[in-house]
């Protein structure tokens, strides 16, 4: 049975029954419309009566969308719980999960599904590109916060706050302390946090920032529209910046010879992670999960089939590779396999020596004392390390890069390249690197030149 009720002059909510829950209560579907208010009372109540037949006759044939009354941030939170908390790997979860706090439930959860448009999404982006958007920055504190600071002592404010000593210290002395410890400190002593602290540096959100963001959106409206709660996808109607390939960054055959040389003198288990990033390609969180059991000395292969790293809310983990292109057996060089030997008999006279104080794991990169070394270090002492040498700048995620400039320059098709870096699809590696096989240009020009000096010489 449906009926309707006025709200305003001109707006309606319908109302259909679908007779009763296990628990007895009614069931109810409904739908606010809005008439066209140059209608007369006549045409109003012959428009109400057509659309109140359409909507009972939606909602019997299961046609009728919840998407005008559940909000954005509702419908997220159960794509969450029933979509996501399923599919998705813990880090892309949490990183799904902050975008959606810190930004996009902000500025569009109150919106309902079924009613978000193009241009909240339009609004929504041009207020990414703001300045003040960035939340991962440096925050000053103001002589507000300095004076209400000023008659408690460091350790009180540790003990209440739960902030480290060094930090607390920091905001007692006035200095910048990032986002989180900003907000956290706001919280437990319920200040407002754009009184007590100003934005050191106001920094742009990059375009690959921004339309991640976006992104998630799509996704989720997308399954919104899976799951029959919407009609469409906004965001398939929006035109957003197409973001501009940044070139990979990489060493050259110089800048690498001279990174080696200095590696001769450095720890030998700092030598063998860079040595097996430069030689294979892997991405860090790769060789922090690499185990013995992986790696085939007689066939001087590694098998990579999973990764461990930090997630935030989760602590260092131990997940599947990035993609399911990521599990791939790649074959070693000699250098590095006989660097492998050195370092494993290294490893157990380390183990013998200690004995039962030895910390048992599978991995390969450990302490001294058996325990697996943090996730992050390596990047942490690469960047100490060419610091010390004097040695440009570059990450440790492009080792990986430089290995696959490497591999291009001597002429290794594109397919294998892809494959040995664990891509899950090729035109990755040849957008990745579409500038390092442009250079090759010449080489092929002169191998036509080649070819035509021997047809030449037939005649």
Known sequence: MAHYEQISKY???????????????????????KLDET???????????????MFEKAVKEGRFLEGESITF??????????????????ATITSYKNKLKNRIIPAIGHIKIGKLQPVHLLDFYKNLKESNIRQD?????????????????????????????????KLKEGKNVNYQTAEKLCKIYNLEINKMFNQ??????????????????????????????????????????????????????????????????EPLIFKTIIYLALDTGMRKSELMGLKWED????????????????????????????????????TVSK????????????????????????ISTPYVFVHENGKAISSNLPYKWFVNFLKRHNLPKITFHQLRHTNASILIASGE?????????????????LNTYSHMIRSRETQVANKMEEFYEKIIAYH
């Not at 292969?301 to 791939?328: F, L, M, P, S, W």
């Not at 294998?416 to 590696?429: E, I, M, P, Q, Y």
């Open 11 to 33: 707006t309606y909510r319908l109302t259909v029954c679908q007779g009763y829950n296990s628990k007895g209560k009614k069931l109810r579907k409904r739908k606010t419309i």
């Open 39 to 53: 209608l007369t009372p006549k045409q109003i109540e012959k428009e109400l009566n057509r659309q109140m037949v």
């Open 73 to 90: 941030e509702e419908f997220t939170k159960k794509w969450l719980e029933n979509y996501a908390e399923l599919n998705l790997a813990p």
């Open 137 to 169: 920055g440096l925050y000053s504190p103001t002589s507000k916060l300095n004076e209400f600071l000023n008659p408690l002592s460091t350790k009180e404010i540790e003990i209440a706050t739960k902030i480290s000593f060094k930090t607390c210290k």
């Open 200 to 265: 050191a540096i106001k920094e742009f959100l990059s375009e690959k920032s921004i339309q991640a963001h976006i992104n998630l959106i799509g996704s989720i409206m997308s399954t919104a529209l899976k799951w029959n709660i919407i009609y469409d996808n906004p965001v398939k109607r929006i035109d957003t910046k197409k973001q501009n390939k940044r070139k990979a960054c990489y060493y050259d055959d110089i800048q690498t010879a001279a990174m080696l040389k200095e590696l001769d003198s």
């Open 295 to 330: 790696i085939d000395f007689e066939k001087s292969t590694i098998n990579i089939n999973k990764q461990r790293h930090y997630v935030q809310g989760y602590g260092t983990i131990e997940d599947k590779t990035k993609t399911e292109a990521g599990n791939r057996t790649v």
């Open 335 to 358: 250098i590095v396999i006989s660097l492998l030997r050195v370092y494993k008999y290294e490893q157990n006279k380390n183990r013998l020596k200690l004995g039962t104080a030895w």
């Open 413 to 429: 098709d594109i397919v294998t390249v892809s494959g040995r870096l664990g891509h899950a699809d090729k035109n990755v590696t």
